[in-house]
């Protein structure tokens, strides 16, 4: 087995810490941004070397109100810094806390105070409710996003972890699938060694669970945003554009994360066929579509999960003609499939069939 190595480079890591040593050297505040709840507790126990750091973790039970905290005396002169997990929680039940740290701040100037937050305080929603505590934006510091080195380091670190050799094309199909999210790199690895298992690596339980944690901690904003960019819309309001420079920024969207909220979207919304209109969830959408597209969306549910053949479509979208072109053919399936997407359905909707016809899967749709 290789050496032990760290999960994440030095260069990554020294950026980090750089960041926490410089705001702590000038005794003023700041706030990390973009590190996940599960990543706090490994982070913050590779910063803790430094002796004069404590730790406060907002989510502890023994936390109800702000008198709850056993602190020096504010007026000491010793010099203190303060790293506060869980920060979200100051948006949520802990709210009262807020004015605690803006009030000992102001108190002690002997005082570090530094912010761990899962989600981005900075966008318009949120500084609404921040912005009259500026000690959290006296410092702002993005985590930033994993990159290439990062991620064959932490592949090389679970391989020397879990005592096994993972092939190198099985880690570039980690790689592709899982993007810079190191739980789901874990979990992907995990099972491969367990199972060798290829075919589930990606659909397994416990992976979908935490695609669904990854997808339920995101804010409502960001969930609509999402969809939206799943759904290839191309309108976005100027905070909607904040949401998705962020979401790059971080690397939060991987190819797997998108085709979870994409079967999300499609298992959320049906299609069905009644008195020869079309609608989805209820709603009519034969206006969507144009003449020829309402046409061959009808016949395709029509015979839901059978084949049709590529003569038969052609014959109902151009009245029996037999001169056609199967590029006109692929082209008006091209437009279909864009439209399906656009109503937050997913482009396999419409299964191609090599050489034969096209299957329109039951499984999306409410007859």
């Not at 005082?111 to 505590?133: A, C, D, E, G, R």
């Not at 299609?271 to 969306?297: M, V």
């Amino acid at each position: 087995m290789g050496k032990s190595i760290p999960p994440i480079s030095e260069k990554t890591f020294s950026h980090f810490c750089g960041f926490i040593d410089d705001v702590i050297k000038r005794i003023e505040n700041g706030s990390v941004i973009g590190l996940n709840r599960r990543e706090q507790s490994y982070r913050i126990n590779q910063l803790t070397k430094n002796k004069s750091s404590k730790i406060i973790d907002l989510k502890s039970y023994f936390l109800d109100d702000p008198e709850d905290l056993k602190l020096p005396n504010v007026n000491s002169n010793d010099k203190t810094a303060y790293l506060i997990t869980n920060a979200d929680s100051l948006f949520e039940e802990k709210q009262s806390f807020l004015a605690f740290f803006n009030n000992l701040v102001k108190k002690n100037s002997k005082f570090s105070l530094i912010f761990f937050f899962q989600h981005n305080i900075t966008y318009p929603w949120n500084m609404k409710v921040l912005s009259s505590y500026q000690y959290l934006f006296q410092n702002i510091y993005f985590y930033p996003k994993y990159e290439k080195d990062d991620l064959k380091q932490f592949l090389i670190y679970l391989g020397n972890k879990f005592k096994n050799k993972i092939p190198t094309n099985t880690k570039n199909l980690i790689l592709s699938h899982c993007g810079g999210n190191l739980w789901l790199i874990k979990e992907a690895v995990r099972y491969y060694v367990k199972t060798k298992d290829i075919k589930n690596i990606f659909d397994h339980q416990e992976m979908i669970f935490r695609l669904k944690v990854i997808y339920d901690e995101l804010e409502e904003q960001e969930k609509r945003v999402f969809k939206k960019l799943i759904k290839q819309e191309a309108n976005f309001t100027d905070d909607e554009k904040l949401v998705i420079d962020y979401l790059n920024k971080t690397n939060y969207i991987s190819p797997l994360l998108k085709k979870f909220v994409s079967q999300k979207l499609a298992y959320e919304n049906f299609l069905s066929l009644n008195q020869n209109n079309i609608f989805l969830n209820s709603i009519p959408i034969d206006t969507f579509f144009s003449r020829s597209e309402r046409k061959g969306l009808r016949y395709l549910l029509s015979f839901s999960n059978k084949l049709i053949t590529r003569d038969e479509l052609a014959k109902t979208l151009w009245s029996g003609n037999d001169d056609y072109t199967d590029w006109a053919l692929d082209q008006f399936i091209k437009r279909l499939r864009n439209k399906l997407i656009k109503l937050g359905l997913d482009r396999q909707l419409i299964k191609t069939k090599k050489n034969q016809g096209f299957v329109l899967i039951n499984s999306f749709i409410n007859l």
